[in-house]
């Protein structure tokens, strides 16, 4: 359950990360597949190296969508519809992996914010992205 | 046993030389009990940890933060020998703590490095690290087979 305090919180965060959002999405799935390299199965068709076009692409997709549902996390199943018939039909990744993802974004955000990255922030943002994946998955069964 | 690459061993070594147990202990053990507050189950003994403040103020939650990194620090010495250097560890902890929560300790621990460590903690570095800590989780749970 998320506070008015940690909505905002989480809004601001993100609004802040929005005009870095290739270097933040690409860093963060750099990290999950160095760490998760099973997670690479779901890239094949694209070119995931570092500094990959594809890579900066993808990632920026990534974290503007999350930006987008922090903005109104109350409407996250209004926000998220269009990408949760995509990754349910489409492209069925295997909602386990969310959660390697968010836990790489939280490390990429550490790496990025150093000290500003309080508990609290830490907090706030892990609640978050738990319910973000938890929407994204509602149309898999 | 886990196998190390003397690369893989350097990477470890030269992110513990980068952490301070003084400084990094402490936020390491109130990063758990505010990102995940249930685990207060745990540390009845510990006086009030109920509030964010009172958290942060906690002496004991300082000290076993340290505690945790002392063991780590055993950890990165012994590398070979993880399992057989926290296997007193592991029993002490045996029925008394879910061993799920090994795992989430690890999380806060790699996450109190990296807002220290910052771009030095990069992707490739942040996987051997893991590497470590997962094996220290192992060692960890150990006793619960």
Redesign the interface.
Known sequence: MLSKKEKQLIREIWERLTPVAEDIGA?AL??M???YPGTKTYFSHLDIGPGSAHLSSHGKKIVLAIAEGAKDISQLTVTLAPLQTLHAYQLRIDPTNFKLLS?CL??TL??????G?T??A??AI?KFLSAFSAVLAEKYR | MVKWTEEERCTIREVWEKVDVDEIGPQILTRVHIVYPWRETYFGTFGDIFTNTSILNNPKVAHHGKVVLRSIDKAVRIMDRIQETHAALSRLHYECVDPDNFKLLGDCITISIACKLKEALNPQVQAVWQKFLCAVVEAMNSQNK
Do not use: I, K, W
């Not at chain 1, 550490?110 to 000290?115: K, P, S, V």
């Open positions: 860093d750099l990290r597949f160095a760490s836990y939280l490390v550490a790496c990025y914010m150093g000290e990255f508990p609290e830490h907090a892990d």
